[in-house]
T-cell receptor, first 110, second 114 residues
Framework: GENVEQHPSTLSVQEGDSAVIKCTYSDSASNYFPWYKQELGKGPQLIIDIRSNVGEKKDQRIAVTLNKTAKHFSLHITETQPEDSAVYFCAASIGNQFYFGTGTSLTVIP | NAGVTQTPKFQVLKTGQSMTLQCAQDMNHEYMSWYRQDPGMGLRLIHYSVGAGITDQGEVPNGYNVSRSTTEDFPLRLLSAAPSQTSVYFC?????????????FGEGSWLTVV
């Protein structure tokens, strides 16, 4: 089955700096890559996604890039704010199966 | 908007007890699933359903049963609880089982088995 690896597991940045989280996947059949944000005590919420026919997608301060050849995709958060502090999960999807990374705990220091 | 609703939020069980985690969605979603979340292991799929009357196993199905008698409800049953089933459980749903449909998660159910 698919294997998704996510790095780093923890990340601390100063407010206003950028944060980058990277994921790799193993199965070239994966064709949908969502990113989720999970705040303490809550369920994961979708923040951005990208499909395999697109290389980059941006939504305000958040962007995702996909390199199908290298089988990796990344989440970029610019101008970080304290409310960006949370755990972020990447996922790769084949059909109706989602495979999640192990999460990155992001702390934005005011 | 209710979205995906899970109950209970917190539960403590003794080893060997059985219980059911309830999940309901009000979005008329075709696809529903259960995940467990453990430290350092991300989210792992337990069971899923692509429609009423249809269920299938995910990555970690042992010790759990599911049924889908209606579109709205997808309960998860623990048959004989074990300490290894201590975890946070998330129900999720999606409009369709086809690729690229966003999945929406419930708020989670924290289960401790002693």
């Amino acid at each position: 089955g698919e294997n998704v690896e996510q790095h780093p597991s923890t990340l601390s940045v100063q407010e206003g700096d950028s944060a980058v989280i990277k994921c790799t996947y193993s199965d070239s059949a994966s064709n949908y890559f969502p990113w989720y944000k999970q705040e303490l005590g809550k369920g994961p919420q979708l923040i951005i996604d990208i499909r395999s026919n697109v290389g980059e997608k941006k939504d305000q301060r958040i962007a995702v890039t996909l390199n199908k050849t290298a089988k990796h995709f990344s989440l970029h958060i610019t101008e970080t704010q304290p409310e960006d502090s949370a755990v972020y999960f990447c996922a790769a999807s084949i059909g109706n199966q989602f495979y999640f990374g192990t999460g990155t705990s992001l702390t934005v220091i005011p | 908007n209710a979205g995906v609703t899970q109950t209970p939020k917190f539960q403590v069980l003794k080893t060997g007890q059985s219980m059911t985690l309830q999940c309901a969605q009000d979005m008329n979603h075709e696809y529903m699933s259960w995940y467990r979340q453990d430290p350092g292991m991300g989210l792992r799929l337990i069971h899923y359903s692509v429609g009423a009357g249809i269920t299938d196993q995910g990555e970690v199905p042992n010790g759990y049963n599911v049924s889908r008698s209606t579109t709205e409800d997808f309960p998860l049953r623990l048959l004989s609880a074990a300490p290894s089933q201590t975890s946070v459980y998330f129900c999720a749903s999606s409009y369709s089982a086809r690729t690229g449909n966003t999945i929406y998660f419930g708020e989670g159910s924290w289960l401790t088995v002693v």
